[in-house]
């Protein structure tokens, strides 16, 4: 009797450390899941591939059964990101790597600084979009007609911030204002007093003195609305 006495609870004793080894697996797994759920559903990474590594040690004993997680401050999108796991009351600040792979735009050729860059200026590679500058183009019809404010090298990733937008109206220059109202329409020349891009508001200065702004069209001229 003993010795079946020994033996069940030697059973139960196996039986209890095997589910609590299961569940702990499963609970980290878990959270991994649930961090790739909620980072697809803040960041729209549509056709890309991402990796979620948690690179702080949790303990072995955590259980969370509806883990909730809130961004801190972070300066970049991938990477290395701050998170906050709120478990059973609790909180937990997450190091969290973001690996994201995905397409991104390249120089094509030598792009000498003030060139207005075309589609055949660009290239589209795929790689860790993690290991990138801040703000690399991912499109190319987002840099088609940009102008480059430095000479561009071959296979150099593209960033917003080595581009301009093509300004249709440069300071001082004469353009011609067009003022609509719902009677009549009055066209006039006037000299910007800043450049502008297309759909940029800008301000202008008419030959009687007055400063008005208005939005400039596809055509460089500047549509003020009354």
């Known amino acids: 009797m003993k010795m079946m006495i020994y033996f069940f ?19 980290f797994f878990d ?19 991402i990796s979620i590594i948690i690179r702080t040690p949790l303990k ?6 509806k883990p909730v997680f809130s961004l801190l401050r972070n300066v970049h999108a991938f990477g290395l990101i701050d998170v906050l796991l709120t478990c059973n009351q609790e909180h937990y600040y997450l190091k969290v790597e973001i690996q994201l792979e995905g397409e991104y735009i390249v120089a094509n050729r030598p792009i000498p600084r003030g060139t207005k860059i075309t589609e055949s200026d660009l290239k589209i590679l795929i790689g860790r979009l993690d290991m990138l500058p801040n703000n690399t183009y991912r499109k190319k019809k987002d840099v088609i007609n940009r102008i480059n404010l430095r000479d561009f090298v071959p296979l150099q990733p593209i ?3 080595m581009t ?21 329409m009055i066209s006039s020349e006037a000299k910007s007093l800043s450049n502008g891009a297309k759909n940029d508001i800008i301000r202008v200065k008419t030959k009687t003195g007055k400063i008005i702004h208005g939005v400039i069209n596809k055509n460089g001229e500047v549509l003020v609305s009354l």
């Open 9 to 27: 609870l030697l059973f139960i004793s196996f039986a209890v450390n095997a589910t609590s080894s299961n569940i702990k697996k499963f609970n």
């Open 60 to 65: 072995k004993n955590m259980y969370c059964k």
């Open 164 to 184: 301009r937008p093509f300004w249709l109206v440069t300071v001082n220059q004469k353009v011609t204002v067009i003022i609509n109202n719902k009677n009549f």
């Open 31 to 49: 959270l991994s899941k649930q961090l790739n759920i909620f980072f697809k559903k803040e960041y729209p990474f549509n056709k890309d591939n």
């Open 159 to 161: 960033t917003s911030f």
